[in-house]
Structures are given as C-alpha cells and as structure tokens.
C-alpha cells in the first residue's frame, strides 16, 4: 500500500545522514567531511534498527521502540501477552534512562543503556534474562513476568556487570562486548534447538543453561572490537583485523570456517590473510567477511548462500574462507555486508545494493517470492533447500543509492538505508516487523505469505503513526 507523499518527503528530510547499523556494530559508508558534517546537523535521532525473527526496534533519542510481535515478552512493553503491536510502541524502561544499543534474537531480546548497563526481556526459558534463574513468565499481565525489563547487576562471578560498549542476540542466547574487549555470553548452550553447544568458549562441550554473564576466554593480548552471531555459532573481530569463531556444537561444521570442525568450543582464528572489517553470519549456515580492500570472503555449509551459483545439488560446504568474485560487481569494491536468515545484501562504493540467497518469503527484496497457494500442500512451507533461490547478485531498487544496512540471521525480512534518508524494507511480515503499517490478523500459520513484501519499497518506520488491521488473504 502506497503512503502518502509527504511521509516519505518528511522521512527523508528527518533522515538525512542518519547512522546506520548492521548485524555487526553500527557501521556505514564512511562519508566526506562535508557529508558528516551535514549528517550530524540533521540528525533527527535515529541511530540504530535493530532486526530480529519476530520483532524489531528503533533506537530514536536514546529511546527504545519496538515493533512486531509480543509472544513471549520480547517487546519489553511491560507484559507478555502475545499480540503484535503496530505501530512501533516504546518500551518500558525507566524515563529518565538513554539508551545507546538494543538487539533481538529469538523470544529474546536486550538494550543496552548509555552507562555501560544491559536490560533484558522475553523468553527465559534457558537464562537469557542473565538473572541466574530460568523462571519464564509468558503470556502475563501480572508482575513477575517476562515483558518486564530485567537490570543485570552481576555476571557469573558475582562482579557489577558494566561497561558494556555493544549487544547482540542469538536465537537462544546472548552476547555483550565491554569497553576492554572482552566478550560475554548468557543463554542456552545445549542441543535442543539450533545445537548452541560451546558458547562460552571455556572448552565446556556439555549442555547447559548459562544464566549469568560469562566471560568467553580469548588468548592473552586478543581485544575484540566487533561482534557477531548466527542462530548458534559466535564470530568476533578483534583489533588486528582477525576474525575469531566458536560455539554451534558438532553441527556447526564448515560454518566455524576454521578448519577444525571438532573444536567449536572454544575461540579459534579464521584465516583470512587480509584485515577484516565486517562480518555477517546468515541463518544458521553460511558467512561473509568483508576485507580492508572492499573484497569479500565466504564459508560454510550452505554454500549456496554465498553466491558461488547454482552447484546442481547439495548444499556446496564450503570448509574455509574463499574469496569472492562476481563479475556483475565490475571493478566495484565492497562497502557493507550484511546477512539476514536466508540472505545475503552488500553495498558497493557507488552506493548500489545487490542481494542473494533463498527468496521464499521476498529476503532478497528484488520482487521475487514464492506463491504459497501453489507450493505442495497448498500454504504450507516445508524450509527446503531451493525453493526460490536467486544464485547470483542482483540489483535492489535499482536507481537508488544505499549507505546502510541493518539486518541479523534471525530476521527473514531487510532493512536498509538510503543515502537521503529514507529507508527501505522487504521481506517477511508475519509479525509487522516491516515497518509498513500493516498489522497482521488471523491465521498467521496457514497463509505465510499474505503479509510479506517482495520488493524493497520505502516505509516510514519508526516515525509510523498508524495501523491496518490485515488480514490473511
């Protein structure tokens, strides 16, 4: 549904220069001085969209707000009573606090506040709240209860837990990165879902809940400055440009792109013989590494995601780093990367977005999708491999040029920036996670694509300001 003219004309004008995000630390096309100078004048406060499987945020003024789905109390809006709630509405966290980083993963997620603190809310189920318990509160109104934001005061070692510069969620755990470059992980590590044995990197391959911040041992003198996570298996860059990967259990394989498929628990470099500046970790399978140089590199088990074109059956495992190269790209260089669920989008040094992976549900944003109706049983998706797979880069939004993305492996949906401002969208809406207007009703199970959106299309994001109750088609 189209939106009125002055939305986007007032969009741009509000988002002019607006510091993007990424599934790693806040990044964007670095700018001229003149740019920068212009983007900080007109900043109208938006410094971060934070993407997750069911819901998602804006970071506007310090603020936090939320959009999508409240299942299990992941919106932070003081209950946890399922329902989805569009327009975006702020979370409730103390008013007099600034915020200055959220993320989502599953029925998780966490901001971080402008004194180093981190507040979590959702799903408890395995310790994610980090409050040394699993007692999980769904589906209340009352207090105690999971949409209720939790202050972690202490880790595992019962030392004040601060000084927190970054957090990141999976699907079933959490990571924070502090000030000294260290990494911290609470949640699941065992192998009901998504196999997250060997998050804490501490060589502990059995399952548990680890309920408390964990500092993840890294070798003397490594000092991480970026992070990031697929479903189960941790990436980290540190200050040398190395990339250091861990956790996933037996499964992870290839992903760790490390060469030793056995020791996922604990931190081991990825050798890459450049400096990397960005990592994006896409579904539970495939990685992308971005180099000094505007190259990029890739690994893992799908590796059909990365874009190496169609291997006429199987997945391609891919064991280690390979660079890549796509003729279609010319003598572009790479400026950002990032991964969604089953996706892959990068942004050239002319400002062009180029996406790959499996379009089912619209991830690739270049207006393809699967019709659901026709698929096997009729409205029924089955995860398959191949079922609407775009092998090679193609042009998003072509006539548009991009500065930022901001998307995770959680997220089957994408989100972009343009350089005037205005952003973009696309993908999976089950929850109203795009940022469209549209508020999803009635059997979200049997029509999965009634709500998505094929097309990277301008939204209004978090300056929405209305809802349409939509129904299944």
Not at 58 to 79: C, E, K, M, P, T
Not at 250 to 276: F, Q, S, W
Not at 393 to 411: D, E, K, M, W, Y
Not at 423 to 452: E, F, H, Q
């Amino acid at each position: 549904m189209p939106f009125p003219r002055a939305v986007f004309v007032s969009l741009a004008l509000v988002l002019l220069g607006c510091s993007g995000s990424s599934n790693d630390l806040e990044r964007e096309a670095p700018p001229n001085d003149a740019e920068s100078t212009k983007a900080e004048d007109s900043l109208a406060g938006l410094t971060r969209i934070a993407t997750a499987e069911y819901q998602a945020f804006y970071l506007v003024d310090g603020q936090v707000l939320g959009i999508g789905s409240n299942r299990a109390g992941q919106l932070g809006v003081g209950h946890s009573i399922a329902g989805n709630h569009v327009p975006p509405i702020r979370i409730s966290l103390p008013e007099h606090l600034r915020f200055k980083d959220v993320a989502g993963g599953g029925f998780q997620s966490l901001a971080l506040d402008t004194q180093g603190r981190v507040w979590t809310f959702g799903q408890n189920l395995y310790g994610q709240r980090g409050d040394g318990t699993t007692n999980d509160s769904p589906n209340s109104s009352t207090t105690p209860n999971n949409g209720q934001p939790y202050l972690i005061l202490t880790d595992a070692t019962g030392a004040v837990f601060d000084n927190v510069v970054a957090v990141r969620s999976a699907m079933l755990f959490n990571m924070a990165l502090k000030a000294d470059g260290s990494v911290w992980v609470w949640g699941m590590s065992g192998t009901a879902i998504g196999n997250t044995l060997g998050i804490a990197g501490d060589g502990n391959t059995s399952a548990r809940n680890i309920t408390r911040p964990t500092r993840v041992p890294l070798p003397p003198g490594v000092r991480i400055t970026s992070f990031t996570t697929n479903d189960n298996t941790l990436f980290a860059t540190d200050d040398a440009g190395t990339v250091w990967a861990w956790g996933g259990g037996t499964a992870a394989g290839e992903t760790l792109g490390t060469g030793r498929h056995n020791d996922y628990a604990r931190p081991n470099p990825v050798n890459i013989p450049v400096k990397v500046t960005e990592v994006a970790a896409g579904g539970s399978r495939w990685v992308v590494a971005l180099d000094e140089h505007g190259d990029l590199w890739g690994w893992g088990i799908q590796g059909t995601y990365l874009g190496l074109g169609n291997p006429a059956g199987g997945w391609y495992p891919v064991a280690t780093p390979v660079k890549l190269s796509f003729p279609v790209f010319g003598a572009r260089k790479v400026t950002h990367v990032s991964a969604n669920g089953h996706a892959t989008h990068a942004i050239l040094d002319d400002g062009s977005l180029w996406g790959w992976g499996d379009s089912a549900m619209g991830e690739v944003g270049n207006g393809v999708m699967l019709d659901f109706a026709t698929y096997h049983t009729p409205y029924r998706w089955d995860w398959s491999q191949y079922q609407m797979m775009v092998f090679d880069p193609v042009r998003i939004a072509p006539g548009v040029t991009f500065r930022a993305l901001h998307n995770t492996a959680q997220s089957f949906y994408g989100y972009a920036t343009a350089t005037d401002g205005t952003i973009y969208s696309w993908g999976r809406n089950k929850t109203g996670v795009l940022g469209n207007g549209v508020l999803p009703t009635g059997d979200l199970a049997n029509r999965p694509d009634s709500w998505n959106v094929a097309t990277a299309t301008a939204v209004p994001a978090h300056l929405l300001d209305f809802a349409i109750p939509t129904p299944s088609k």
